[in-house]
């Protein structure tokens, strides 16, 4: 028995904001977006298109890719930050509108380093459990929802999207995921966070009125850790896998920034010719980012069917990971 991923999709809001629309918005300019970043547009949501909307979308085309469909679905996990509605889960959104009848539904949030956090845990969950032979694994953000369209820091760095996987439990032996270490440090919360809409600071008129319910960022602090815990990680991984970084066919990282992903391809000595980005596009879209990368790279033709994969990720709580997948 393998648990294998059989199927990726991905989706973007039609809306695209470039950097030259936030000049209108915020004090800022597209040549210092693009060189300290590497972003150039994003996608933002519509009012009324809302996370599990996205994901719905996502997993349609994943399952498609699978040849499955939504009603053989034993499991539907969902990796974010913005959910739909604080009750119910935004996995029991997705499950309705994908008419996904008896499948197990949650959410969870790790952050940026939700779809790595999400492939470990779907793997396990299916190894454990014979209930479980499909399942939905969905990365997913609207965080124009939470970005405060003000804070020139924050504001020209996020977009909107989702990235999903199907799992399947296969007679075929192996899995996908090759190994796995997933880790996080809750002492240096308050580098990245939004501080209102939970019971600690609840979205009261005063709350909002100092614009708590917003993302919050200490950029470069943030920018410095993101380096280090992902190579680190990287590096455990692969010791894991009894894998060198030459074995790599792809890295992909998540896509938050083009320095960030630089610096991590050069310390792990990946050529850049096999660093995959598209960030300039999408801006940072936290969970979805590595299954987005990765559909358009696996649709594209770029990444084939036996390659080793390197995925690395790193976002708020402070939580970080890398997997190594056998596509
Ligand atoms: O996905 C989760 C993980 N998140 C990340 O990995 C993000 C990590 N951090 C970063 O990507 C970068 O730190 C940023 C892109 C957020 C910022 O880049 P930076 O090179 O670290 O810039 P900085 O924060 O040190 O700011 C440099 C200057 C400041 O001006 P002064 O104090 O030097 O006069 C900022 O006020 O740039 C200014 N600045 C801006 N200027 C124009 C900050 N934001 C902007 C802006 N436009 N949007």
Redesign the pocket.
Known sequence: MGIKIVGIGSYVPERVLTNFD?EKI????DE??RT??GIQERRIASDTEYTSDMAEMAARRALEMAGSFADQLDLIVLATVTPDTRLPSAACHVQRKLGARSAACFDFQA??AGSVYGIELVTAMMKNNRKYKKALLVGCEKLSSVTNWSD??????FGDAAGAFIFEKTKESGDTLLASVISANGADYEM?WIPGGGCQLPLTKENVDSNLQYIR?E??K??KI?VTSMVNSCHEVLEAAHLKSEDIDWLIP?Q??M??IGAVGERLKIPTEKVISNLWKYG?T?AA?IGLALDEAARSGKVKKGDRLLLT????GMTWGSSILRW
């Open positions: 936030l915020v004090d800022t300019n210092w977006i300290r970043t952050a940026c020139r820091n924050t504001c020209v760095l990245l960022m950029g470069n943030v920018f993101a998540h938050a920034n320095r960030i940072n936290s980012s990720a790193f976002g708020g």
